[in-house]
């Protein structure tokens, strides 16, 4: 972890001065003003997805200030402006860093039990993920695993996960549900994340993922497939939507683990009850998952290694936003990457995320996975800042307040040992974020021993 030292207040990764209170605007609500960045990375533009072309300019500027009330971004402007403008704030000395946006991460699969690091010597000797899967390992030990533990024990392994995120500048983490399988260990860690969220600084938004895996027990039993898929639709998912406890609903849609018709299933009950969509989509082969995201107008269709032609034309032309996870691929030993150059070059919004779980991609290093977006899907080092930020909220519907530095959206920020923005990618595996902020609080160094 690359923590910086706490200072006053909400904290200054450097000295800050009290200006003298010359009775301005405002002041006396006034909390916080970021001076002195070597660039501040603002991406600003239209609270939604950036769509081909516009991914293309983060809109980085220097030589201004960052003026944060309460929890939200008020202004952004030349600094003496607003040095005199909020003289009452405490000043965030940002000298030789650069600001960004709080990074957003918006899929992982962050409660579960133990790690899986045996499995990695396996996949290196020639064994593949389904194969693994056959073998009652993959997601199925991980399923038993969960099933074992308590929601305290669940909460106390989430946290230092979650915090590893934030000190690599994550400030918004999508969270999956998905080593439950039932009706109960589902809720379990649904109730998991809803407590993460009141506990800790960062902003988490839950996904139920019921419809990971085909557990075992329904996997060898006739009409297993069928009954499971009922009792997602009729028992898991009306508990899911009484609690309150998911935003989405996803469904890992490949060969061999949810069809595309059963995918639709699923999908379409969960949009009745309220819930958004996402969807694991032509992770390993093209089997229509982008297709099928767009044609239910899902919030996002993740993974699209696999993706065919047809679904790069078909999201390109959805509100759907496409979000690719280069780390698992990397972490598999795969050559095949998600077609993002194509993706962009067709229109489509492109976003990018860790992909954080135990079996496939057990990173908590999100500027890595923006190495591998610049390096490995071809991205420009802008359009990868904008799927790191606005893209990613839009992955998760809060494109209209999250990710951007502009004035009225949340004050989520991330600051960088690093003068130029292009070094978030350059210095690759690093830990470069000295400090982040949530809703205008530090968060990035919020001890474990306060929760
Ligand atoms: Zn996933």
Redesign the pocket.
């Known amino acids: 972890m690359n923590d910086w030292e706490p200072g006053t207040g909400n904290g200054e990764p450097s000295t800050g001065n009290r200006e003298p209170e010359t009775g301005n605007r405002d002041s006396a609500s006034v909390r916080l003003l970021f001076v002195n960045a070597a660039q501040v990375v603002t991406c600003a533009g239209p609270g939604r997805a950036r769509r081909g072309r516009e991914m293309d300019d983060a809109g980085i500027v220097t030589g201004v200030a960052v003026a944060v009330v309460d929890d939200e971004i008020e202004a952004v402007g030349p600094t003496a402006e607003l040095e005199r403008t909020y003289a009452h704030a405490e000043r965030v000395d940002c000298s030789g860093l650069v600001l960004t946006p709080g990074l957003v991460d918006s899929?992982t699969?962050a409660i579960f039990g133990k790690p899986r690091f045996e499995e990695q010597e396996l996949r290196g000797s020639g064994l593949d993920y389904m194969e693994i899967a056959r073998r009652g390992g993959g997601i199925h030990s991980s399923v038993r695993d969960l099933r074992g533990r308590t929601e305290a024990d669940l909460f106390d392994l989430a946290v230092p996960r979650l915090r590893r995120l934030a000190a690599h500048g994550v400030t918004t983490v999508e969270v999956?549900s998905g080593y439950g399988l039932t009706p109960e260990d589902e809720l379990k860690s649904l109730r998991v994340i809803q407590r993460l969220g009141e506990c800790l600084p960062m902003r988490l938004v839950p996904t139920w993922l019921g419809a990971h895996e085909i557990p075992l027990e329904y996997r060898d039993a006739p009409e297993g497939r069928s009954e499971y898929v009922r009792l997602l639709v009729s028992t898991m998912l009306p508990g899911v939507a009484s609690g309150r406890l998911a935003r989405f609903a996803d469904v890992?849609c490949e060969p061999g683990v949810f069809t595309i018709d059963e995918a639709r299933t699923i999908l379409t009950a969960a949009r009745s009850a309220g819930l958004g969509l996402k969807l694991?989509a032509d992770e390993l082969r093209p089997s229509g998952g982008a297709e099928l995201a767009a044609e239910l107008g899902a919030t996002s269709a993740?993974?699209l290694a696999a993706i065919s032609e047809s679904g790069i034309r078909v999201l390109a032309a959805s509100h759907t936003v496409a979000t690719l996870?280069p780390g698992t691929m990397l972490f598999l030993g795969k050559e095949k990457q998600a077609p993002a150059r194509a993706l962009v070059d067709a229109g489509a919004a492109v976003a990018l995320a860790t992909?954080f779980?135990p079996g496939t991609s057990p990173t908590t290093n999100f500027p890595l996975i923006m190495t591998l977006g610049v390096s490995q899907l071809r991205l420009t080092v802008a359009e990868t800042m904008i799927a790191a930020t606005v893209n990613g909220a839009a992955a998760l519907s809060l494109a209209d307040r999250v990710g951007q530095i502009a004035p009225g959206f949340s004050a989520d920020l991330a600051l960088f040992d690093a003068t130029d923005v292009r070094e978030l990618p350059y210095w690759y595996g690093d830990a470069r974020c000295v400090a982040t902020w949530v809703r205008g609080r530090a968060c990035h160094h919020h001890p474990v021993e306060s929760l």
């Open positions: 899929h699969h999956k890992f694991h993740d993974h996870l992909d779980n």
